[in-house]
């Protein structure tokens, strides 16, 4: 029976250097004074507005990602440029993989088919998988599937387009309310959190291993 490993990319696979950007990008207009703005609280709500924007009626991620910055940084008193989120589309597919990914994958596609399930864009990702340098057999994306997770759908529509049913899919993320909350009762054969941030997690969200990164990845999956 076939079976493939699933990814999250961003943040998973990914280097997801949406904050220091940002912030560069704000800084290099001369509209960001670092001293009188709590960043760390702007970046949380800058990411909570993300996942906002993906639990409303679907629209593409190059509109979703402006549209959240505009409603963070008014939030916080900041001028919106349409400069500063189109700057940052730009600056999503220069973002490459973190150090153990493409050793990790490459060990892993010797036993299994690898695919991404990605909220993103397809132009936007492509250059991603580039940068991450390894051969992926699917790379689905919430354009395709006309959904961002944790919508359901994006799951269901990925498994019909692999061709496979959820008991034959390893989904491996780090995203746990995009990825892990959703597919807790979606039948799969084994879901792996990377747990990048040293976050907690949940009994009940369980079963799920967790590791600190992909390097342990194949060796916990028989590669």
């Given at each position: 029976?076939?079976?493939?490993?699933?990814?999250?990319?961003?943040?998973?696979?990914?280097?997801?250097?949406?904050?220091?950007?940002?912030?560069?990008?704000?800084?290099?207009?001369?509209r960001?004074?670092?001293?009188?703005?709590?960043?760390?609280?702007f970046?949380?709500?800058?990411?909570?507005?993300?996942?906002?924007?993906?639990?409303?009626?679907?629209?593409?991620?190059?509109?979703?990602?402006?549209?959240?910055?505009?409603?963070?940084?008014?939030?916080?008193?900041?001028?919106?440029?349409?400069?500063?989120?189109?700057a940052?589309?730009?600056?999503?597919?220069?973002?490459?993989?973190?150090?153990?990914?493409?050793?990790?994958?490459?060990?892993?596609?010797?036993?299994?088919?690898?695919?991404?399930?990605?909220?993103?864009?397809?132009?936007?990702?492509?250059?991603?998988?580039?940068?991450?340098?390894?051969?992926?057999?699917?790379?689905?994306?919430?354009?395709?599937a006309?959904?961002?997770?944790?919508?359901?759908?994006?799951?269901?529509?990925?498994?019909?387009?692999?061709?496979?049913?959820?008991?034959?899919?390893?989904?491996?993320?780090?995203?746990?309310?995009?990825?892990?909350?959703?597919?807790?009762?979606l039948?799969?054969?084994?879901?792996?959190?990377?747990?990048?941030?040293?976050?907690?997690?949940?009994?009940?969200?369980?079963?799920?291993?967790?590791?600190?990164?992909?390097?342990g990845?194949p060796?916990?999956?028989?590669?």
């Amino acid at each position: 029976m076939r079976e493939i490993v699933t990814f999250d990319a961003y943040g998973t696979l990914v280097d997801f250097q949406l904050g220091p950007t940002t912030l560069k990008i704000l800084a290099d207009s001369g509209r960001l004074d670092l001293d009188n703005l709590d960043v760390d609280e702007f970046l949380d709500d800058f990411r909570v507005m993300r996942f906002q924007a993906v639990l409303e009626a679907y629209r593409p991620y190059h509109e979703a990602l402006p549209s959240s910055l505009r409603n963070a940084m008014r939030l916080h008193g900041l001028e919106y440029r349409d400069s500063d989120g189109e700057a940052l589309v730009d600056a999503v597919p220069t973002f490459g993989p973190f150090p153990e990914v493409p050793d990790a994958l490459r060990a892993l596609k010797t036993r299994y088919e690898i695919a991404i399930i990605s909220n993103t864009d397809d132009n936007l990702i492509a250059r991603n998988v580039e940068n991450i340098g390894v051969e992926f057999d699917y790379v689905i994306t919430a354009q395709q599937a006309g959904a961002y997770k944790p919508d359901r759908q994006t799951f269901r529509h990925a498994f019909r387009t692999m061709g496979v049913e959820p008991s034959q899919v390893i989904h491996t993320a780090q995203g746990w309310e995009y990825d892990h909350i959703p597919t807790r009762d979606l039948g799969l054969k084994r879901r792996v959190w990377i747990n990048r941030y040293g976050r907690p997690g949940s009994a009940d969200y369980q079963p799920y291993d967790e590791l600190p990164d992909l390097s342990g990845l194949p060796k916990l999956l028989g590669c």
